[in-house]
């Protein structure tokens, strides 16, 4: 997902990331779905060799898709490697475009970290290394960067937190699940996700929204799944919950988004390659805290966890608003500058 976000961040324009990151994050959970569902039903009447065969041949074919891809600004741009020999020589000045093979991976490390405590863009396809393409923000990134990667940590860590107990949750008191309920719930979970696409367009080209605050929506419209959960007593709200994946599957793409809008060309495989990394850190964590808290809690209130989740994305909602609220005022001052 890091290496595919990445590559578009490089072969798409930046007003047109949001839709295709949602694309490629609906992508992975369809087949995420189609596989837990499907291959689960394949193992059980002919036996685990065929599905491992079949998901085998799907790595191989991922692969070669991946080998195939190229960059349509693959000669005025650099990825990770590249943009590490900044490192070196940013005090001197060039223009020139370096292209080298595998780099240390401390010098990789080295340019993330000066991506993410640096306010100066630099860019290859700009003069002396400095980016003219970035608007009034980058000029205070900083902040803006960790504070969304602080977002994203909260967010996963909820999100990666309950679908661990989701099955738990739903056979259990007082909802009671049977086991087609479960594989349905799971099944609408998925197919839900193919309207999110369409989501994005209406944001965009029916009610001109902002990246941001639609990226706001979707943290808000996970707090209501929360509160669906919190007071489901049987299916119907716990499927009403389900179906408002549709828009709450676009807010890591819309984080990915707007870390992609802070950095030049050439820092995008650097800026979005910490992503990722964080993204399995907090999936190693946040399940253990959730699955001690919640059979921690059953005796007080069954769906309590719930409760907590929502304070999660509470604090994830409110990181973001202090950034709108930075971006309204910085957007402000730079029309009366204008004018």
């Given at each position: 997902m890091g290496i595919a976000t990445a590559h578009l961040s490089d072969t798409i324009a930046r007003e047109e990331r949001g839709h295709r990151y949602t694309i490629l994050e609906v992508c992975s959970a369809l087949g995420g779905g189609i596989s837990?569902?499907?291959?689960?039903?394949?193992?059980?009447?002919?036996?685990?060799?065929?599905?491992?065969?079949?998901?085998?041949?799907?790595?191989?074919?991922?692969?070669?898709?991946?080998?195939?891809?190229?960059?349509?600004?693959?000669?005025?741009?650099?990825?990770?490697?590249?943009?590490?020999l900044r490192v070196e020589d940013q005090e001197v000045e060039t223009t020139r475009l370096v292209k080298s093979g595998v780099k240390s991976i401390f010098k990789q490390l080295r340019e993330i970290f000066r991506i993410y405590t640096t306010n100066s863009c630099e860019c290859d396809g700009c003069e002396g290394g400095k980016c003219r393409n970035l608007v009034g923000k980058s000029k205070s990134r900083v902040w803006r960067l960790w504070f969304y990667l602080l977002t994203y940590v909260v967010y996963m860590a909820a999100v990666d937190g309950y679908e661990d107990l989701m099955t738990m949750f739903l056979v259990s008191m007082p909802l009671c699940f049977s086991p087609n309920l479960v594989g349905i719930q799971a099944g609408?979970?998925?197919?839900?996700?193919?309207?999110?696409?369409?989501?994005?367009?209406?944001?965009?080209?029916?009610?001109?929204?902002?990246?941001?605050?639609?990226?706001?929506?979707?943290?808000?419209?996970?707090?209501?799944?929360?509160?669906?959960?919190?007071?489901?007593?049987?299916?119907?709200?716990?499927?009403?919950?389900?179906?408002?994946?549709?828009?709450?599957?676009?807010?890591?793409?819309?984080?990915?988004?707007?870390?992609?809008?802070?950095?030049?060309?050439?820092?995008?495989?650097?800026?979005?390659?910490?992503?990722?990394?964080?993204?399995?850190?907090?999936?190693?964590?946040?399940?253990?805290?959730?699955?001690?808290?919640?059979?921690?809690?059953?005796?007080?209130?069954?769906?309590?966890?719930?409760?907590?989740?929502?304070?999660?994305?509470?604090?994830?909602?409110?990181?973001?608003?202090?950034?709108?609220?930075?971006?309204?005022?910085?957007?402000?001052?730079?029309?009366?500058?204008?004018?």
């Open positions: 837990q569902i499907g291959t689960g039903y394949w193992a059980r009447h002919y036996g685990f060799f065929s599905p491992s065969i079949f998901m085998s041949c799907c790595s191989v074919a991922a692969l070669i898709c991946t080998i195939l891809l190229r960059s349509k600004q693959a000669d005025t741009q650099r990825l990770l490697n590249d943009s590490a609408l979970s998925s197919v839900v996700t193919l309207i999110s696409p369409i989501v994005v367009n209406i944001y965009r080209l029916g009610f001109h929204i902002s990246n941001q605050t639609i990226l706001l929506t979707g943290i808000f419209y996970r707090i209501v799944f929360c509160a669906l959960f919190l007071l489901a007593k049987d299916a119907v709200l716990i499927f009403v919950a389900t179906a408002l994946g549709m828009f709450t599957c676009i807010t890591m793409p819309f984080i990915r988004v707007q870390i992609s809008d802070l950095v030049s060309q050439s820092e995008q495989g650097p800026a979005l390659a910490l992503v990722p990394c964080i993204a399995k850190l907090v999936n190693t964590v946040s399940p253990v805290i959730l699955l001690t808290i919640y059979p921690a809690t059953l005796y007080i209130l069954p769906s309590f966890i719930w409760v907590v989740i929502a304070v999660y994305f509470l604090v994830a909602l409110l990181i973001m608003v202090t950034v709108w609220i930075a971006d309204k005022v910085n957007d402000k001052t730079v029309d009366q500058n204008v004018l």
